[in-house]
C-alpha cells in the first residue's frame, strides 16, 4: 500500500510532462499540415528545375 504513495505523485508528474509536450508541440505549429508533405513527394517538380538541367553547357561554351 504504500508503494501507491509514490506511484501516483509518480504518474501525475508524468501526465503533466505528457500535456507539456503536447502543448509545445501545438504552440510550434507541428500539426498545422499533415497531409502537405504526403502530396508532396507525388507531385512533379518541373518548374523547379535549375539552368543546368534545363540547358547543359557543350564542353566547347566557354
Known sequence: MEIVYLL??????LI???IAAF???IKS???DDLEG???QIL??????Q???TTSPKK????
Open 8 to 13: 501516483i505523485p509518480i504518474s501525475l508528474v
Open 16 to 18: 503533466g510532462l505528457v
Open 23 to 25: 502543448l509545445w508541440a
Open 29 to 31: 505549429e507541428q500539426f
Open 37 to 39: 508533405p504526403a502530396h
Open 43 to 48: 507531385m512533379d517538380n518541373d518548374k523547379l
Open 50 to 52: 535549375t539552368k543546368e
Open 59 to 62: 564542353q566547347g561554351d566557354d
